[in-house]
């Protein structure tokens, strides 16, 4: 079975500051695929980042990047120069025809 | 616009009156899949659909139905409605292995 855990529920940054976001996840596929989505209070599902697993190289998209660990099993975000409008809850999610959720993680941003 | 239509955004109903909530996609996606989301839970997986005619259980699917007649609609039905459905229903498609595209979310209440 496939699972995915975000260890932390909470987390808070202050603006133009740089935070991480833990998540771990367990799978015996050799194919997949793991993201990071966003949920802004207007409850919208945003893609943030992709990274395939085939992929050394850790992806990257402006402010966000990932630090994929393959053999640890771990995949955490990190946001760069953080702005309000990043507060929200974070899904990490992974899988291969079948996408598992993690459980969320709430960011707030003090300005 | 490419998109991902759920309808309707808000839902109260009561018990045992039965219910569908509508899906729509207009970007030929193969792939398409009902979430519930619960606080301190994450998204969890009703039902999906590989293709026309094809669906299968995801790990929540008691007291739910999906059909998948046509390729861009992917209804969810609750035949008999309990509280304990009272959720964020979000409708997700995709193409392989391309990121889920998420419809806006459905808040249903059952009392």
């Known amino acids: 079975a496939q699972t995915v855990t975000q260890s932390q529920p909470e987390m808070s940054v202050q603006e133009a500051e740089t935070v991480t976001l833990s998540c771990t996840y367990d799978t015996s596929e050799s194919d997949y695929y793991l993201f990071w989505y966003k949920q ?11 990274q395939e697993a085939y992929k050394q190289q850790n992806a990257t998209e402006n402010r966000f990047s990932v630090n994929f660990q393959k053999a640890a099993k771990s995949f955490s975000l990190k946001i760069s120069d953080s702005q309000l409008g990043d507060a929200a809850m974070y899904f990490c999610v992974g899988g291969s025809e079948k996408l598992v959720f993690g459980k969320g993680m709430k960011l707030t941003v003090n300005p | 616009e490419a998109q991902v239509t759920q309808n309707p955004r808000y839902l109260i109903t009561v018990t045992g009156k039965k219910l569908t909530v509508t899906c729509s996609q207009n970007m030929n996606h193969e792939y ?15 039902y999906y ?3 026309v005619e094809v669906t299968d259980k995801g790990d929540v699917p008691e007291g739910y139905k999906v059909s998948r007649k046509e390729k861009r609609n992917f209804p969810l039905i609750l035949e008999s409605p309990s509280p304990n459905q009272t959720s964020l229903y979000f409708c997700a498609s995709s193409l392989g292995n391309s990121p889920l595209h998420f419809g806006n979310g459905t808040r249903l209440t059952v009392t």
């Not at chain 1, 802004?40 to 992709?50: A, F, W």
């Not at chain 2, 398409?32 to 009703?46: A, E, K, V």
């Open chain 2, 49 to 51: 659909s590989m293709n």
């Open chain 2, 32 to 46: 398409m899949s009902w979430y519930r989301q619960d606080p301190g839970l994450g998204l969890r997986q009703i």
């Open chain 1, 40 to 50: 802004p209070p207007s409850r919208q599902m945003i893609l943030v980042i992709r």
